[in-house]
């Protein structure tokens, strides 16, 4: 199985700031790579996917990088309903699709 | 619009067996690979099962095989999950999902349903 490993597991951040969240793969996986956030209590939501494209709603202030084993999600600007957590996801062998642990993102 | 309701949940003593339903509704259910994704409590997120879309390919995840049976009505834009020898392990939150092959990418999640296994 391929690993997922997300750092950091949680993140204290204010209104306004910026953002960055790694997520680093066991082996390369191209760009197969997709970005989750999920609020309590619900389903976690598509906010990028092939490493870097945004999905259709997603605010700009979102953005993904990243290829092989390294990527990033980095949230500018932050706004209140940005706090969440954030799932990163492999897809290179589906359907063994792995996720990261999740980071907490947090109000200062 | 494009959603996936699950039914089902419950509460089972371990041994015991659960089925899952998923209706579909909002696009082309047969087009699509569909499958089951669940969360035990504060944790991640962990596959458990797809099927494609005419069922000719089927896949588990290790803790499922053997135990966990999907199958999927086209004709009602429904999937099922049977659930056997529920272990405490499996209590979660459990997420019906359709994968998107263009996203390489689960964009369509639903409700969930939550399975707890206890005694």
New interface residues.
């Given amino acids: 199985d391929i690993q997922m490993t997300q750092s950091p597991s949680s993140v204290s951040a204010s209104v306004g700031d910026r953002v960055t969240i790694t997520c680093r793969a066991s082996q390369g996986i191209t760009t197969?790579l997709?970005w989750?956030q999920q609020k309590p209590g619900?389903?976690?939501?598509?906010l990028i996917?092939?490493a870097s494209?945004l999905?259709s709603g997603v605010p700009s202030r979102f953005s993904g990088s990243g290829s092989g084993t390294d990527f990033t999600l980095t949230i500018s600007n932050l706004q209140p309903e940005d706090f969440a957590t954030y799932?990163c996801?492999q897809?290179n062998n589906?359907?063994?699709?792995?996720?990261?642990?999740?980071t907490r993102l947090e109000i200062k | 619009q494009v959603q996936l309701v699950e039914s089902g949940g419950g509460l089972v003593k371990p041994g015991g067996s659960l089925r899952l339903s998923c209706a579909a509704s909002g696009f082309s259910f047969s087009d699509y690979?569909i499958?089951w994704i669940r969360q035990a409590p504060g944790k991640?997120?962990?596959?458990v099962t797809?099927v494609s879309s005419s069922s000719d390919r089927i896949?588990y995840?290790d803790s499922a095989e053997g135990r966990f049976i999907i199958s999927r009505d086209n004709a009602n834009n429904s999937v099922f999950l049977q659930m056997n020898s529920l272990r405490v392990e499996d209590t979660a939150v459990f997420?019906c999902v359709r994968?998107?092959y263009l996203?390489?990418?689960?964009?369509v999640?639903?409700?969930?349903t939550t399975v707890t296994v206890s005694s």
Wanted: charged share 10%; net charge negative; proline share 4%.
């Fill in positions: 197969l997709a989750y619900k389903a976690p939501k598509l996917s092939d494209t999905q799932f996801q897809a589906f359907p063994q699709v792995t996720f990261g642990q999740g | 690979y499958g991640g997120l962990e596959w797809f896949h995840t997420y994968w998107n996203y390489y990418a689960v964009d999640w639903g409700q969930g």
